[in-house]
């Protein structure tokens, strides 16, 4: 398999660990590696070869190379650099001169920015056929739906994709010139914002293959569910889900480096400990921004212990929600010892009120909680870890949750519902007492879905799903997942009819 990155000196040690991680994942794959760089020193060349000569199940495994840069490729690239904005250099568009500097003989590579990590195999990637008329296979960039406008692209023949990891056809690249073309569009466009991303989209428009989110689980794909799901479209929203649950590479997308101090970075310790086994284990980590960094961390810390007592979160939440132990309990004591015996929310007398208290701590024990939620009177929820609750939903009065459930936006639920946890007694063992044989834990959750309305005194077994759009009718016993825009009913709960 044929890799390809492209890195200045400095970069380096961020490379090495990078490529560590990809030795750590892909032993049994053998692996050639191009790293085309426009200033690597001899001492640095020699570390690599050293780190990565005698790795994998074979002695030659991987294999390093470093292709010499011709001359008028080096002239062409300094005639580029005015074009490439004050944040980037000019290494990053040596991916574009590829075709050019590469053996001619090598017809597909996969190229990679160094701030990525390799959680798990690329055999399936390095198998992938890419036919004549496609340029190269990439992951979409979910989360830019302005780019289309900005830089006049078709959005019903093309989708912007994130050029940090791409499965490259060279040999459409060389008979097309696509190179060239992105050059073009960099010298003569004055709209670009990230240079050699955009002039790709603009060059490659309908010759693109979309890879599947976890070959370029990018830093923003693993924020909290509720922050993607207003962010990204419906039909990848799963696709996203099951990329953050199992990445095969994960993208360090900006501003957040695992080299830095601070901020949220997912899995930095494996990162690190790649780092670690390198000739680079002594590079510093620091904070990004150096002492400014530093300061506005400790800003950011201080606030985020005390702000979440009037209800108010850091944007650091954006990826997990943090419970501070001082405000999780404070909140779990004025819950169960108080608020709960408020009013319930429909009340005319302090109702409003009573709701807002339990809100206010409820968001300090949730893990999310939306907007217009409404919790009633002696609603018990156990621990309430492992709790999401969307928009203009409600927990209805004397109903019972587990510790572990999603409830969508716009639920409706009646009073008096009860909703096992996720575990049971066992039973298996009839030579002995059941009392004596502890719990059975399941799998999952329970999840209720968007739209969703239960009638009162329902019961519902572990685990289960409740479709979008259903409604439970009351003193319903559900026993499996229910599908959605259905009506169920009984004992146990059976579908009465479609909703239309």
Same mark, same amino acid.
């Given at each position: 398999m044929n890799i390809l990155i492209t890195i200045s000196d400095s970069y380096v040690p961020y490379a090495a660990a990078m490529l560590q991680t990809m030795a750590?994942?892909? @032993?049994?794959?053998?692996?050639?590696?191009?790293? #085309?760089?426009?200033?690597?020193?001899?001492?640095?060349?020699?570390?690599?070869?050293?780190?990565?000569?005698?790795?994998?199940?074979?002695?030659?495994?991987?294999? $390093?190379?470093?292709?010499?840069?011709?001359?008028?490729?080096?002239?062409?690239?300094?005639?580029?650099?005015?074009?490439?904005?004050?944040?980037?250099?000019?290494?990053?568009?040596?991916?574009?001169?590829?075709? @050019? #500097?590469l053996p001619t003989d090598i017809h597909t590579i996969?190229?990679?920015?160094?701030?990525?990590?390799?959680a798990s195999s690329l055999k399936e990637i390095g198998e992938m056929k890419l036919d004549e008329d496609t340029a190269l296979a990439a992951v979409k960039d979910l989360i830019r739906p302005n780019d289309y406008e900005r830089l006049g692209?078709?959005?019903?023949?093309?989708?912007?994709?994130?050029?940090? #990891?791409?499965?490259?056809?060279?040999?459409?690249?060389? /008979? =097309?010139?696509?190179?060239?073309?992105?050059?073009?569009?960099?010298?003569?466009?004055?709209d670009i914002t990230f240079p050699d991303q955009d002039a790709l989209n603009i060059a490659c428009e309908g010759h693109v293959v979309y890879l599947h989110p976890r070959y370029n689980c990018m830093t923003f794909f693993f924020a909290r569910r509720e922050f993607l799901k207003k962010r990204i479209r419906k039909e990848e929203f799963e696709n996203v889900l099951e990329a953050q649950k199992s990445p095969t590479i994960i993208h360090y997308t900006w501003p957040n480096k695992p080299w830095?101090?601070?901020?949220?970075?997912?899995?930095?310790?494996?990162?690190?400990?790649?780092?670690?086994?390198?000739?680079?284990?002594?590079?510093?980590?620091?904070?990004?921004?150096?002492?400014?960094?530093?300061?506005?961390?400790? $800003?950011?810390?201080?606030?985020?212990?005390?702000?979440?007592?009037?209800?108010?979160?850091?944007?650091?939440?954006?990826?997990?929600?943090? =419970?501070?132990?001082?405000i999780y309990w404070l909140s779990i004591l004025v819950y169960y010892g108080f608020a709960q015996y408020l009013p319930n929310f429909d009340s005319r007398f302090f109702g409003k009120l009573s709701n807002r208290i339990r809100v206010m701590c409820v968001k300090n024990i949730f893990d999310y909680v939306g907007n217009g939620v409404n919790i009633g009177r002696r609603a018990k929820f156990g621990n309430g870890k492992n709790i999401w609750i969307g928009s203009r939903s409600n927990i209805g009065a004397h109903c019972q949750v587990p510790a572990n459930i999603i409830i969508g936006d716009d639920v409706m639920m009646g009073p008096n519902n009860f909703f096992f946890g996720g575990f049971t007694h066992n039973i298996s063992d009839t030579t002995r007492p059941m009392i004596e044989q502890g719990f059975k834990f399941f799998d999952g959750r329970t999840e209720i879905k968007d739209d969703v309305w239960i009638g009162r005194d329902c019961l519902f077994m572990p685990c289960v799903t409740i479709g979008a759009h259903s409604v439970v009718g009351a003193r319903s016993v559900v026993?499996?997942?229910?599908?959605?825009?259905?009506?169920?009913?009984?004992?146990?709960?059976?579908?009465? /009819?479609?909703?239309?």
């Open positions: 750590d994942t892909n @032993r049994e794959l053998s692996l050639d590696i191009y790293i #085309i760089s426009p200033d690597l020193k001899e001492q640095n060349k020699s570390k690599l070869v050293r780190s990565f000569e005698h790795y994998g199940d074979e002695q030659d495994n991987i294999r $390093l190379y470093f292709p010499e840069i011709p001359v008028p490729v080096k002239k062409d690239i300094d005639k580029m650099a005015p074009h490439m904005g004050k944040i980037f250099d000019t290494s990053y568009i040596l991916r574009l001169y590829a075709p @050019r #500097i996969l190229y990679l920015d160094v701030d990525t990590l390799i692209i078709d959005e019903r023949k093309h989708i912007y994709f994130n050029s940090g #990891i791409m499965l490259l056809n060279l040999d459409f690249w060389r /008979k =097309h010139d696509t190179g060239e073309k992105c050059l073009k569009v960099l010298e003569t466009r004055k830095h101090k601070g901020g949220y970075i997912p899995r930095r310790e494996e990162w690190l400990a790649a780092l670690a086994k390198t000739e680079w284990a002594q590079t510093p980590i620091v904070y990004k921004n150096g002492i400014k960094g530093e300061i506005k961390h400790i $800003l950011k810390s201080i606030a985020s212990y005390t702000l979440p007592l009037i209800g108010i979160h850091s944007k650091q939440d954006i990826y997990r929600k943090r =419970h501070y132990k001082h026993t499996k997942d229910i599908p959605q825009s259905v009506i169920v009913g009984g004992n146990p709960a059976k579908n009465i /009819k479609q909703r239309k």
